[in-house]
């Protein structure tokens, strides 16, 4: 019996077990709660400048709609939530972005199920963050996380958690042809495996978090599936991902001290595909400074200043894109009634000279609706080997969430 069937088996059996066990260890039936929320937003997105390859449109109307059922006791929680988008850019997406039962068994919490993670500190970029593969059905500039089948043991480690995974493969989404922010050439849904990866492949991780007085830290080990393949060209004109085996070793780390926060993630990858194909083991990182400066001006509002540079060993063969790049954001929270946040981020490539700018604000409507919008502005991006595909998709975007 092979590791995957053992975790089918197990995520299969689990909830039963939990039950079981809630009921050995209660004296008393406990309480259980039902919760049912969700939400569905409405979104539309214009492109300005003409496109780079034939058959691209220039505006976008997508809706996503993500219910979610919550049902929990003292010692167990089962959450499901589907999600089902779509549009006019001709791919749609139904799976499920959270579907797991989780149960604390003593000083022990246990998770089985699909379920998206975080691992990171910075706002540019997550180099530490490998869990989760992506859907870039909206566009290769704009990605959501996928959620990933997982088997989580957590332990108490002094002040702080140490988790234990099991990960299951899942493949990234890909846009249309006929969406921006695409690469010209037709992404296939059929996928390969190289580098000592295969699709039965069960993907290990182990994450230590804790605290030391005003220091956040994560470190963490991953060994699984790339969630960052290379597009092979095929004989028919397609591009087909393949996937390799990675190795990963990272540190995220933010220090604060009084208003000024400094975060960082750094790692150490083997097994990766370099932006011409081929293996590279490499180090990379994120280095970053907050600054609050709180009731700016008297006006109640907060005024957050930032500053990332994301630097990696193989220079210009980078996958990301992410080689030598300088990011300087503002953040502004007006602590209104309406929640109003805005951020504008400016990247800069110091070796390509390209730059994005990106602006976004949020705000509540009621108690039930959510306005964003944002624009995203590239500039000499056909410089940049990484993104020169991009160079026309200067993007407006807005949008309604409404929750229930």
């Known amino acids: 019996m092979n590791l995957r069937t053992i975790i089918c088996r197990a995520a299969a059996l689990m909830p039963a077990v939990f039950v079981c066990l809630a009921a050995l260890n209660a004296p008393v039936a406990a309480e259980v709660i039902v919760e049912q929320r969700g939400e569905a937003t409405f979104e539309t997105s214009g492109y300005p400048r003409s496109a780079a390859f034939d058959g691209q449109e220039n505006s976008f109307f997508h809706v996503q709609v993500q219910p979610e059922l919550s049902v929990f006791d003292d010692t167990t929680e089962w959450i499901l939530q589907p999600r089902i988008s779509g549009g006019t850019s001709g791919v749609g997406v139904a799976d499920f972005r959270e579907a797991y039962v989780a149960s604390r068994i003593g000083e022990i919490d246990v998770l089985v199920g ?40 957590s332990l108490p480690i002094g002040s702080g958690q140490l988790d234990l995974l099991a990960i299951d493969f899942v493949k990234n989404i890909y846009p249309s042809q006929s969406l921006r922010e695409h690469v010209g050439t037709r992404i296939g849904k059929q996928v390969s495996f ?10 290990h991780a182990a994450r230590l978090s804790t605290y030391y007085g005003d220091v956040d830290l994560g470190l963490s080990l991953f060994r699984g599936i790339s969630n960052a393949p290379r597009l ?36 150490h990858r083997k097994g990766q595909y370099d932006r011409l194909g081929a293996f590279k083991n490499y180090r990379a990182g994120v280095l970053g400074l907050e600054h609050s400066i709180y009731d700016f001006a008297s006006s109640g509002g907060d ?16 996958h990301s894109g992410f080689q030598n790049d300088l990011t300087i954001g503002v953040r502004w929270l007006k602590n209104d009634i309406n929640d109003t946040e805005a951020l504008t981020l400016v990247t800069q490539d110091l070796d ?17 609706v959510t306005f964003q919008t944002s624009v995203r502005l590239p500039s000499r991006f056909h410089r940049d080997p990484n993104s020169s595909v991009f160079a026309k998709d200067a993007a407006f975007v807005a949008g309604f969430t409404f929750r229930y």
């Open 232 to 267: 092979v060209p095929q004989s028919n004109g397609i591009l087909q991902p393949d996937y390799s085996r990675i190795n990963q070793l990272a540190l995220d780390i933010q220090y604060l001290r009084g208003d000024t926060a400094f975060k960082g993630e750094l790692i």
């Open 303 to 318: 005024l957050v200043l930032l500053t990332e540079y994301a630097f990696d060993s193989r220079n210009s063969l980078s």
């Open 114 to 153: 699909n379920t998206i993670l975080f691992w990171g500190k910075v706002e540019s970029y997550n180099p530490a963050d490998v869990v989760n593969s992506h859907n870039y059905s909206r566009g290769l500039m704009r990605s959501e996380k996928l959620g990933a089948p997982i088997v989580r043991v």
């Open 352 to 368: 390509y000279k390209s730059q994005l700018l990106t602006v976004r604000i949020d705000r509540r409507i009621n108690d039930h």
């Open 194 to 203: 190289s580098g000592g990866a295969s699709k039965s492949d069960i993907g």
